[in-house]
Nanobody, 123 residues
Framework: QVHLAQSGGGLVQAGGSLKLSCVAS????????MGWFRQVPGNEREFVAA????????VYADSVKGRFTISRDNAKDTVYLQMNSLKPEDTAIYYC????????????????WGQGTQVVVSS
């Protein structure tokens, strides 16, 4: 059993920054299997960032590329999402999850979802 606990998030003005954290506990997993999604109520859960299956290179949604950075600390069983230059359209509930397939960008490729953390970007 894997449990993912998220922290961070909150309210920020456009152009500001926030950092999300996701700590894994329970069964030991590699942080390279962890990724981030976000969801606006009424919409599908949207891919944000993860690491590639083969070589653990960060990959990003086009909408966040150049502004968001995913990183990990295996010693702390933690993955981070640094979000810079935030825009109102980044407002969503953000989720971390563990990848369970070789895919990288579909919500169906992930499981063991964190509890979600709200990010609100005001204009």
């Amino acid at each position: 059993q894997v449990h993912l606990a998220q922290s961070g998030g909150g309210l920020v003005q456009a152009g500001g920054s926030l950092k999300l954290s996701c700590v894994a506990s329970g069964r030991k997993i590699s942080t390279s299997t962890m990724g981030w999604f976000r969801q606006v109520p009424g919409n599908e859960r949207e891919f944000v960032a993860a690491f590639t299956w083969i070589d653990n290179i960060p990959v990003y949604a086009d909408s966040v590329k150049g502004r968001f950075t995913i990183s990990r600390d295996n010693a702390k069983d933690t993955v981070y999402l640094q979000m810079n230059s935030l825009k109102p359209e980044d407002t969503a509930i953000y989720y971390c999850a563990r990848r369970i397939t070789t895919g990288e960008r579909q919500a169906s490729d992930f499981a063991d979802w964190g509890q979600g953390t709200q990010v609100v970007v005001s204009s």
